[in-house]
């Protein structure tokens, strides 16, 4: 079988993705790009996460075209792939429907400073404007919106994060949810106060140069 852990890195973080509230039902979708193979492992269109199996996980290649596997891709598969295309150093791809983030990206707002574990995704969260989901426009305005970020809001519809490694990419996805409901309980109670640019970039230096930061 193609890309056996990477397939079981899919069943495994899509069990977690529900666990921990990031998503419900089938929702979300996630994939992992092995620069070795070319080849991308992505979650099956409309299958419940549980009961995801390694089989179920699909392969494709940097087209979209299926090389492995019965079921069908997620329907999000167009912006996987564009992700990938667009940005040499990720490997993976985590969309979710968070709660918080997606109350953000109703309202059209992008997620601002208020907290240093923004830069998980840089100096912010950018929006991109809304499209149909599984659509190509909606590739499109990721990928003009998302820059150089490691997450971006989609409009009336939810999350993308993206990582160097899908551990990495889920804690994105985990950290970006975090500040999104401390931003929405900022902005219930008073003003939030945000992190100056200044210090915003001191931050996202060294997450760059030291990794992950607890
Ligand atoms: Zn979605």
Redesign the pocket.
């Known amino acids: 079988m193609l890309m056996l852990s990477e397939r079981q890195q899919i069943v495994d973080y899509g069990l977690k993705m529900i666990r921990s509230g990031l998503t419900t039902g089938s ?3 996630l994939s992992i790009l092995s620069p070795a193979d070319n080849l991308i492992a992505i979650s099956p269109s409309g299958i419940d996460y549980a009961a995801v199996t390694v089989a179920d996980v699909v392969v494709v290649d940097r087209a979209g075209q299926k090389v492995e596997g019965e079921r069908k891709p997620s329907s ?1 598969l167009g912006f996987h792939l564009a992700l990938y295309a667009a940005r040499n150093e990720i490997t993976s791809v985590v ?3 968070s709660v918080y983030a997606t109350t953000l990206a109703c309202l059209h707002w992008e997620l601002p400073a208020v907290h240093y574990l923004i830069a998980f995704s840089g100096d912010k969260v950018p929006l991109a404007p809304y499209a149909t ?1 599984g659509s190509d426009e909606l590739a499109a305005n990721i990928i003009a919106s998302i820059g150089s970020y490691n997450a971006v809001l ?1 409009a009336n ?2 999350l993308v994060a993206v990582g160097k490694d899908m551990k990495n990419c889920f804690n994105v996805a985990e950290e970006i949810e975090l500040v999104a409901r401390i931003y929405y309980q900022t902005k219930s109670l008073g003003q939030p106060v945000l992190v100056d640019a200044e210090e915003m970039k001191k931050v996202v230096m060294k997450f760059n140069s030291y990794g992950q930061q607890d």
């Open positions: 929702g979300g979708n999000e969309h979710t429907h989901f989609l519809h939810g």
